[in-house]
């Protein structure tokens, strides 16, 4: 693995600071990307750009999200130590590091198997274990459920019913919803067994949810 130099340390220490500045508040939060070395998941050629503000192709068609949407998110979430979690994206493998930092029971679901593969192998050189899953995020992971929290990293067009299905009375999911080019934010709480309530937040731009309860291929 390469190193995660007083440098690398000092650009995250700055990079906490930007995501303070635009209103990051959830002190967990700071402290996980602050200890996790975003460089890692990226290309030797590209970790120039780690810990710049912004998204950045990964290929297979995905990114890993831009640093203040994965704090974003995961402040959203209201993580505790206990809750247990599903990712719908798994990606780079980069916000699913930064979910490991504040719980360890993270599942994580990503549909595209050759970035499945990379990051498997990078999850294990990089010692972070959380039970990985290659398939169709948008149907969640019905063997496992229910869950405390849902984390999905991709703009659904609607929020999929499986994933509601698999909350916890009191759990939460995070998802964008919207069309192929802009998602608004959501957080929907499953207050019992059959009602739920939605609270809509900024606007944003993913990758679609790709699978049977998101965009089709």
């Known amino acids: 693995m390469h ?5 690398h340390r000092g650009l995250r220490r700055t990079l906490v600071e930007e995501l303070r500045r635009k209103g990051i508040r959830n002190e967990r939060v700071l402290a996980a990307i602050g200890t996790i070395p975003r460089h890692l998941f990226f290309d030797p050629a590209f970790q120039a750009h780690a810990y710049q503000d912004k998204a950045f192709p ?3 068609g995905q990114t890993i ?4 949407t994965v704090a974003y998110q995961t402040e959203l979430l209201n993580l505790h130590p206990q809750d247990r979690v599903l990712e719908i994206g798994t990606g780079s493998g ?3 590091c930064v979910l490991l930092e504040l719980t360890p029971h993270v599942c994580s679901i990503e549909y595209q198997p050759v970035l499945f593969e990379r990051t498997r192998k990078r999850m294990a050189a990089l010692h972070r274990s959380a039970h990985l899953f290659c398939g169709d995020g948008s149907l969640g992971l019905p063997q496992h459920a229910p869950f405390d929290k849902i984390l999905v990293t991709a703009g659904s067009p609607t929020i999929p019913r499986p994933l509601l299905r698999q909350l916890r009375v009191g759990g939460a999911l995070v998802i964008p ?3 192929a080019h802009t998602q608004r934010m959501m ?3 499953r207050e019992s067994e059959e009602e739920f309530s939605r609270q809509v937040f900024e606007e944003f731009r993913f990758v679609p949810l790709l699978g049977q309860a998101g965009w089709n291929e």
């Open 3 to 7: 190193t995660d130099s007083y440098r």
């Open 58 to 60: 990964i290929g297979e």
């Open 65 to 68: 999200s831009q640093p203040y």
């Open 94 to 96: 980069y916000q699913c």
């Open 177 to 179: 919803v919207g069309d």
């Open 187 to 189: 957080r929907v709480v």
